[in-house]
């Protein structure tokens, strides 16, 4: 059995963070296998499967193919971002990941997107800036960091689609 952290993401997950440019496109053929025995199935899964992870052009170009026999399109860059920060303040409320993990990856999806105010609107896009004060003496209270994320990323659920 594999853990959490090497285990496939969801195929929805995998498709936003590739759309974000920041997928681990070395572990795609590991998670193309593991989809496999979870019985997806396809030629481009196959071929996506048979790689070693080291030809990133391979990967970047059978991937959107694996993912489309799965039923899963690669998102725009707004609603990728949505269902990563979606999956990021669950997985924070849930108790899985800290504040600062929050923190880190939401300027990765920024840095990503190059700063749209769209993205920087959401809710844990708010947070764009928090990455800035974490060991800075100035800025919010670590107390006072931790109930911002909280609130964050309890408004980014509540929101209503788009």
């Known amino acids: 059995m594999t853990s959490a952290e090497e285990a496939a993401p969801a195929p929805d997950m995998a498709a ?57 399109t690669t998102p725009t860059v707004f609603d990728a971002a949505v269902l990563v920060f979606d999956d990021m303040a669950r997985r924070h409320l849930a108790g899985e990941r800290d504040e600062r993990w929050v923190i880190r990856r939401v300027d990765e999806v920024l840095l990503s997107t190059d700063y749209p105010a769209t993205i920087i609107d959401l809710p844990l896009g708010e947070l764009y800036s928090y990455a800035d004060y974490w060991d800075e ?17 309890t408004r980014q659920l509540q929101r209503p689609p788009d």
Do not use: K, Y
Request: proline letters at 7%.
């Open 16 to 72: 936003a963070w590739f759309t974000l440019g920041r997928l681990r496109l070395e572990r795609a053929p590991w998670w193309a296998a593991q989809w496999l025995t979870e019985g997806h199935d396809g030629p481009a899964m196959l071929a996506l499967a048979c790689l070693d992870g080291t030809d990133h052009g391979e990967i970047r170009d059978l991937l959107p193919r694996a993912l489309a026999e799965m039923n899963t």
């Open 137 to 153: 003496p100035w800025g919010p209270s670590e107390d006072e960091r931790r109930h911002i994320v909280h609130d964050r990323c």
